[in-house]
């Protein structure tokens, strides 16, 4: 049981350079989040997914976009990366939200020149 | 929206000695939950504890306990017995009818041998 599991762990783009982030869950939840974290601050939710086939936007959504095609997948593009891109990626899902525990992956480090 | 503060950004305590960290939040909800996530050097974040709004009883979870007072909406959590492993980030969080997390800035608590 691998549970919440994201690939790359980190990497490096230039200005304009596009990207996937894939994170996977083995828990079989339909709700699953993509937060990303800098620094002196807390996680920002940038969109989330309540089931297969659904996304919506979260506090930070601009610059990005997702896909939700399989339930235990769930994508974020950046189309075309900028530096304020830069951050810490981190995906979780849960069985349900409100007062389901959120499990979170490791996270993907992200520097964008 | 909701917010959550953390006017701690960072703790200290000795080990074996009793630590509390603050957290205030601002919310017209009356059924939310509250939560309080561990993130340490590895970056994964790890729940400690969570509480139900409509519930008058603090929850515990072996030397970690919350003080939740609803009326002054504040949400602090008191670690007993310091360990040496008890040093991170940690992180409280609030989750509203969105079915949302919204995080506040963090408050890094160092464990003194």
């Known amino acids: 049981n691998a549970g919440v599991t994201q690939t790359p762990k980190f990497r490096v783009l230039k200005t304009g350079q596009s990207m996937t982030l894939l994170c996977a869950q083995d828990?079989?939840?339909?709700?699953m989040y993509w937060y990303r974290q800098d620094p002196g601050m807390g996680l920002r939710l940038i969109h989330y997914?309540?089931?297969?086939?659904?996304?919506a936007k979260g506090e930070v959504p601009d610059g990005y976009n997702v896909s939700r095609l399989k339930k235990q997948n769930f994508l974020l593009g950046l189309e075309s990366a900028a530096p304020s891109q830069t951050s810490v990626y981190f995906c979780?899902?849960?069985?349900?939200?409100?007062?389901?525990?959120?499990?979170f992956g490791p996270g993907t480090r992200l520097l964008v020149l | 929206a909701q917010t959550v503060t953390q006017s701690q950004p960072e703790m200290s305590v000795q080990e074996a000695e009793t630590v509390t960290l603050s957290c205030t939040y601002d919310t017209s909800e009356s059924d939310y939950y509250l939560f309080w996530y561990k993130q340490p050097p590895s970056r994964q974040m790890i729940l400690v504890i969570r509480?139900?709004?409509?519930?008058?009883q603090n929850a515990t979870e072996n030397r970690f306990s919350v003080n939740f007072q609803k009326a002054a909406k504040s949400f602090s959590l008191k670690i007993s017995d310091s360990q040496l492993g008890d040093a991170a980030m940690y992180f409280c969080?609030?989750?509203?009818?969105?079915?949302?997390?919204?995080f506040g800035s963090g408050t890094q608590l160092t464990v003194l041998p």
């Open positions: 979780a899902s849960s069985y349900s939200g409100g007062s389901e525990t959120q499990y």
């Open positions: 509480q139900e709004a409509y519930k008058q």
């Open positions: 828990m079989n939840h339909e709700y």
């Open positions: 997914s309540v089931g297969e086939g659904t996304t």
């Open positions: 969080a609030y989750s509203g009818s969105a079915r949302q997390l919204t």
